[in-house]
């Protein structure tokens, strides 16, 4: 049947409507199911700790369940792959942290693209690391440290939680700005460096901020700086790196993120309902508690952010010359 040509442009105007229709659907009615938040970590971990802060705000807020998946493993390529693979409808979204950024360049044959097929969808919070020595080692500050370094070149042994790990990171990041020469120890997670950093059987760890601030506050671990180009309202009276070596600045990071081409809406409002959470009181006073700061930016941002931090480690682990262990 021929339609006539007024009702076939008045039927053409509304199908192309329709695309930007269910797009302002999607996003009223969003979310209609729980949703999975994939953490690479194990539970109680600093990772599963902010994921399942942010969660409860959003179930609150959204009025849907957002549960927590934890799939440690592989350096938390995992969980990764988990969400790159899931489909972009908003109902599984990625815990990214800074191990996400180095790993991109740290592993060759990785069967995703973080920067490609992950979009990003907020910030959340960040946290500076500590570089920190036994109380008996003779260099009470960080150029003293240095200098100790200088006169005793591969004499001073680093702590590592494996190649890549935020803990060898940190201090390859040091090595290469301050050039010195110290040896990597590899240790299966930061609570055996640091009982052989207390017990004096190595000379420094560049740790994160939440395992190592109690035994800093306790005496038994002397922190020279921390990692970030500005002190950490936690340790008001530590240096920065940033003081000594201008340019230096590493912290750990989470976001949230979810698989490409997740409808731009869905990501918006998640957004903007994430960044109230991080200028909540309560939610700033949580992150506190564990020496981590919120820290909000635009979908765009964070996009700039995430490259940004996938080329400052790319050019340490080429420095470096890591690899995956």
Known sequence: MKLPRRKFLHLAAGAAALPAISRVASAQTYPTRPVRIIVGFPPGSLSDTTARLIGQWLSERLGQQFVIENRPGAASN???????????????LLLI???????????????????????????????????????????KSVPEFIAYAKANPGKINMATAGSGSMLD???????????????RVPYHGAPPALADLMGNRIQVVFDTFAASIALVRAGKLRALAVTTATRSAALPDIPSLGDFLPGYDASSWEAIGAPRNTPPDIVEKLNKEIDAALVDPSMKARFADFGRTTFATSPAEFSKFIADETEKWAKVIKFANIKPD
């Open 169 to 183: 990171v940190y201090g390859e990041l040091f090595m290469m700005m301050a050039g010195v020469d110290m040896v």
């Open 97 to 139: 942290t800074s191990v996400n950024a180095i790993n991109a360049m740290l592993y060759n044959n990785l069967n995703f693209d973080l920067i490609r097929d992950i979009a990003p969808v907020a910030s959340v919070g960040r946290g500076p690391g500590v570089m920190e020595v036994n109380p008996m080692f003779p260099a």
């Open 78 to 92: 995992l969980a990764a792959e988990t969400v790159v693979r899931a489909p972009a409808d908003g109902y599984t």
